[in-house]
Every structure is written in C-alpha cells, then in structure tokens.
C-alpha cells in the first residue's frame, strides 16, 4: 500500500516537471529524496539534486539531512562523505549531531572505520559531542574489521567524555575480541560489564564463548556455559555448537558427545556442519554404531547430510576396523544420488588397506573407474599394493598394479615401492620382495634403507640368511649404513637357519661399528 502512495507521489511529481508553468520548490523535492529513499531508488537522488541545483533551488538542511538518510540506509558511504563536505562548504549549513550519525552509520555498515574515526575527529573539533549511537557504530566498524584494540580505546573514550556505554557497545567491543581470538580481553570486558550494571544477554556469553573457542581455551569456555545457567541465561544452540567443538579441538570427546546429546534433549537441530566434529567424536571412541546411527537419524530427519558429512563419517570409521560401516556409508551416499569422489574412494580405499581388505579395494577402484570414471590417484594406488602385498600370495597382481599405474601416467616412486615391500615385510612373502626389488632397479631407482631392511624382513621370515646376506651387502656396497634394527634382522634370518656361529660373527662386528 505505501508503495502505490509513494508510486502516485511520483507520477505527481513528474506531472509537475512536465509542465512548464508549475515549478516544483525546495519542500516538493526534499519530500522526493524522502520517498526515493522508501523505495529503495537511492540512485535517483544524486539526478534529482543536480536538477534541483540547475533551477537555482539552494538544498536547505532538511535536503542534506534527507539526502544523508538516503545515503546511510542504501549503506552509501562515499555519498555520505560527499554531502558532509558540501555542507562544510555551504555557509548556510551547519552539519548536526544526526548528520554526522547517519554518516558514521553507513561508514560502520561498509566497514569503513578510518572514515568513521574522522568524523568522530571532525565532530569534536567543530564542538558537537558524539552520541551512543555514533560511539556505537564506529565500534561496530572497527570490530568488523578485526581493530579490537582501536575499539576498547574508543570504549574508554566516550566513558571519559561522559558517554556511557549499554549493552549493543560491550556486545560489539566483545565481537572485536572474539574475532580475535582474544577471549581474556573478552573476560575482562564482561567483568567490567558487571561492574557497569549492566546485565550480560545470550549474545553477549556466545560471543565470549566463540573468543575461547577461538583462543582455544576449552576449559574458561565451559565455566562461561555453567555461569549462564546459574545466571537464567538459556543457552542456545550456538552456546552448545561453539562449546562441543571446542571440545573436539581439545579432544574432550566423551564431553563433546554429553553436548550433543543435551542438544537432542532440548530439541535443537545442529547445523549440518557441527556433524563434521560430532561424527570424528564418535570414531575417536570407537563408537561406530552410534557414528553411524547419528547419520542415519540424519538422513531420516534431517538436516540432510551433504557430501561433507559423509566423508566426516567415514573420517570417525576410518580411525580403527570400522571399515564395514564405511562401506555402508558409501552405499547410503549412491541411494541418495549423492556422488562420490575421489576423496570418498580414497578415504574408504585407507580403512581397507589398514585392516587388510585388498580384494574390497581392488572391488572399489573398479567400481570407481566404471561407475563414476574417476581414475584412481597415486595414494590410492599406494594404498592397494601395500594391501596387496600383504595379503595376496600372487605376485603377479602386484606387479599388475604397478603396471597399470605406469599406463596411467603414475611411475611408481621409491615410495610406492617401499609401500609394497612393508607388505612383503609383514606378511613374509619373499619371492615378491625379489621381484621388487629387480623391478626397481630396472627402472633406475636406487633402494633406500628402508626398501632394504623391508626386503631383508620379508626374507628373514622363513629364513633364507644367504639372501638377507646378499641384500646386506649391498645395502652396505651404495654407502648406507644399517641401524640396529637392520643387523637384528641379519642376525634373526642367521638363527632361524641354525647358523649360530654367523649370527656371533655378525652380532661382534655390530658392536665394533
């Protein structure tokens, strides 16, 4: 309704500049900039002035003070400043304590706060005292750009020049803290706040709260919480998301959970990204039905889980054998036509590996290839030759992998190699640390100590001490030097052969080097 009142306004006013014979005057215009401004056409005000100007109609204050309105609300600052410098040239013009305030407030909403602090400057000096409201939004300024200690010196100012702070200044001066991480500047402005009679609200302790979390003080974080329930503040649910992740970051994961099971209790529905901590909790305490229960509720209740949440669940799977609900956790993600990715495979491909499920991993990279023509990167393939290695007697497919991984453009590196020859280490599978071992050299890489006493160990397992020999000398021959756990498994490979007297001899010269 207001805006068909302003709609007939205008059509009015431009029947006015049509005719010739009725000009409009000073009070027509000034009510013009008022009703651009209501209807969001703050753009039009600069024209309308220039026409005003052009029929010799002089801006009186109500013009500058309308024009500034106009200015403030569309959060033109640059336009604020250059109606405050008019009227210092206008002799008939004095700019008052609203001017200068709606000034500030669009320099504060822009996060202009050096122009903020001038005009602060250039009000004092013209004798006109800054208001709350000034002092306010220069704060607010500052804050948003992280200026906490320009903030708390204009805090202490407008105290001195009688101005007293309420609760939107401490609330904003604390922002400033908590961007920083600042959280006993934060303490001690809430402290303060007390003295000063004014009471703390909801705001106020989330944002001393996000200083600590910030700060990563966990344990002033969780007295903030118990003040504000003996205080009757109700905390809500960035109180608890703020105080549970901070928890998480301290690995208080039994406290993180408590949180989140309050937060059910009182019906809060977390944001969908706290999952990204709640899920790890829960995986850190091998509490992989609850993970897993967590993201099924989600599902069914939501909020609905994002790619981001998934990979948070498999994160909380992979830290021990919860490879069997990574596995589901994939499937529930392709029920969902949520897409997997490279990290989703990769992530999944970990767990297999470090619970020895190379047959599952082979499965998955060729699914990966087939259903989303995702090709499997370097880690991946590191991941199923380690697993390979250790749980597959077949030599060939290790050797496949490393084939297949040249084709696709990954020449195995040192790395990857030692990967597949801590799999011959551990599960003593000799006859491919051999092939290893030549295929390596063939490509021009040179073994480094670690690919040696891994291929000593795979050998050392049943024995073979002349082979662990061989190797050990030429480890020696390329100028590295064995440590203690190298000559142990020389020393091993002799015993287990029965050749007593070689492992003294080898035993004597480790203790003369």
């Not at 703050?42 to 109609?57: A, D, H, N, R, W």
């Not at 939107?168 to 006993?184: P, Q």
């Not at 599952?360 to 380690?386: D, H, N, T, V």
């Not at 030429?474 to 492992?503: F, H, K, W």
Request: proline letters at 4%; aromatic letters at 8%.
């Amino acid at each position: 309704k207001s805006q068909g009142r302003f709609g007939k306004a205008l059509e009015e006013f431009s029947r006015l500049q049509r005719k010739t014979v009725v000009n409009p005057e000073l009070r027509t215009y000034n009510a013009i900039i008022t009703i651009y401004d209501q209807l969001g056409q703050q753009s039009k005000v600069p024209k309308l002035i220039e026409e005003m100007l052009g029929k010799g109609i002089l801006p009186d204050m109500k013009t500058y003070n309308a024009a500034m309105m106009a200015y403030s609300n569309a959060g033109q600052w640059q336009e604020t400043m250059d109606v405050l410098k008019a009227m210092g040239n206008d002799n008939s013009a004095d700019a008052d304590l609203r001017t200068y305030s709606l000034a500030i407030s669009a320099c504060a909403r822009a996060g202009e706060y050096d122009a903020a602090l001038n005009i602060i400057k250039e009000m004092k000096a013209k004798g006109v005292t800054p208001d709350l409201l000034a002092y306010n939004c220069t704060i607010a300024a500052l804050a948003k750009d992280k200026k906490q200690q320009l903030a708390l010196e204009l805090l202490e100012e407008m105290q001195s020049n009688g101005v007293n702070p309420d609760l939107i200044t401490y609330n904003t001066a604390l922002s400033a803290c908590a961007k920083n991480g600042d959280y006993h500047a934060a303490v001690e402005l809430l402290e303060s706040m007390g003295r000063k009679g004014i009471d703390p609200d909801v705001i106020s302790m989330n944002t001393v709260v996000l200083a600590c979390e910030r700060g990563r003080e966990y344990k002033v974080a969780m007295k903030l919480f118990e003040m504000m329930l003996f205080n009757n503040i109700t905390p809500d649910e960035f109180t608890f998301s703020s105080i549970l992740r901070n928890a998480v970051k301290h690995k208080k994961y039994h406290q993180a959970l408590e949180l989140y099971e309050q937060m059910h209790k009182n019906d809060m529905t977390p944001d969908t990204r706290l999952y990204d901590f709640v899920l790890p909790a829960c995986g850190r305490l091998f509490k992989y039905n609850k993970a897993f229960n967590i993201l099924t509720d989600l599902e069914k209740k939501g909020p609905k889980p994002t790619l981001d949440t998934y990979h948070s669940a498999i994160y909380a799977f992979s830290l021990g054998k919860g490879y069997k609900f990574a596995l589901k956790a994939l499937e529930h993600m392709k029920q969902r036509d949520i897409t997997p990715t490279e990290t989703t495979y990769r992530s999944i491909i970990r767990i297999c590996c470090n619970n020895n499920r190379s047959q599952i991993i082979l499965k998955l990279m060729r699914e990966m290839r087939s259903q989303y023509r995702i090709l499997p990167s370097l880690e991946i393939y590191g991941f199923a030759i380690k697993a390979c290695a250790m749980n597959s007697p077949n030599v060939k497919l290790v050797l496949h992998l490393l084939n297949e991984m040249e084709i696709n453009g990954y020449p195995p590196s040192q790395e990857i190699y030692n990967q597949a020859m801590l799999g011959c280490s551990k599960s003593g599978n000799f006859k491919l640390a051999f092939r290893l071992l030549e295929k390596m050299k063939s490509k021009g890489l040179i073994p480094n100590r670690l690919t040696y006493s891994r291929a000593m160990s795979a050998f050392a397992a049943t024995g073979n001490h002349q082979i662990v020999l061989k190797i050990f000398k030429e480890m020696q021959s390329r100028g590295i030097t064995p440590r203690c756990e190298t000559y142990n498994i020389v020393i091993a490979a002799c015993a287990r052969d029965g050749e007593y007297d070689l492992a003294f001899e080898i035993l004597e010269t480790m203790t003369e080097k």
